[in-house]
């Protein structure tokens, strides 16, 4: 008969006291190390904490201060002062060069606006794309007026697509602007079929609208039997 070898059972405590030896060990070989380590990433952590409290917070504060003289400009559609400035206070162009996004999100928006007011479409366009900001019916606006910076640059088909863009962008009356715009802009390319179908979608999906109340009559001009 053969014998099977057998293995005495380890000690749990002897385990436990292994475990605890192989730790103290590594822990005393590696201590140094772990030691900067630690260091390093407390350091890292005050670091942290103090561009956030000493030198991010008080800028951005700053920028929201200028930015209140130029907002003020802008409500009263003084364009070229809420972007150049006045002499005194900095105008948006200046905001966006002193303190960058500190000032908000809603920089290159106002940005982008004062430039369409003002006849600087390509620099419009440049600066509404900017526009990162989470609000809805805003978001939706600077595509219908990079749209409308197109349509100023005579690029349709462009300004076309971003009148779409902001049409479906989210569901709301704001929408039926800018279908309208897209489908005028149809019309003038000949392309009556898109056109009537966008004037159908703003009488159907958002007939309480102004637009939706006078929609009827495009779709007369271009489908008389209708």
Partial sequence: MSKTNRHPQTDPEEKVEKTLSNAEQFLEKYKNILLYALGALILVIIIYFSYQELYKKPLQEEALGQMFQAEQYYRTDSFALALNGDGNAYGFLQIADEYGSNAGKSLPFYTGICQLQLGQYEEAIASLKKYAGNDEITAARALACIGDAYVELGDLPKAYDYFIK?????????????????????????????????????????????????????????????
């Avoid at 602007?177 to 802009?185: E, F, V």
């Avoid at 000949?190 to 637009?211: C, H, P, S």
């Fill in 166 to 226: 902001a049409a479906n962008y989210r569901d709301n009356d704001y929408a039926a602007r800018y279908l309208m715009k897209a489908a005028l802009i149809s019309e003038e390319q000949g392309n009556t079929a898109d056109a009537l179908k966008l004037y159908e979608r703003v009488k159907i999906d958002y007939f309480n609208t102004a637009e939706g109340q006078e929609v009827d009559k495009y779709i007369a001009r271009l489908h008389p039997e209708s």
